[in-house]
């Protein structure tokens, strides 16, 4: 079956970094847009970062020049380079692959919280 695992969340100080890791199993992952998002305490889940099959990139405007999204095809994974975090980057973030307009599957989540 289908599994998007994520890993590296956790507790760091504002302006640290994180790296999140998603680990595809089941797709044939290479044909699959991915993606981060993020849902923080009461608030709807938002898009973070998506990278194309070919590797174009999209960032929400509230991480651009902080976040940074890759994808390893070879390792059937996509990562999350997170700078310069700050408390409102709290939040659990999902990895999500898509194909087409209606299939798509998402990661349990993995919890990041920025605070001193």
């Known amino acids: 079956q289908v599994q998007l695992v994520e890993s590296g969340g956790g507790l760091v100080q504002p302006g640290g970094s994180l790296t999140l890791s998603c680990a595809a199993s089941g797709i044939t992952f290479s044909i699959y847009a991915m993606g981060w998002y993020r849902q923080p305490p009461g608030k709807e889940r938002e898009l973070v970062a998506s990278?194309?099959?070919?590797?174009?990139?999209n960032y929400a405007d509230a991480v651009k020049g902080r976040f940074a999204i890759s994808r390893d095809n070879g390792k059937s994974r996509v990562y999350l380079q997170m700078n310069s975090l700050k408390p409102e980057d709290t939040a659990v973030y999902y990895c999500n692959a898509k194909i087409g307009g209606s299939v798509e599957y998402w990661g349990q989540g993995t919890q990041v919280t920025v605070s001193s």
């Open positions: 990278v194309t099959t070919v590797g174009f990139t």
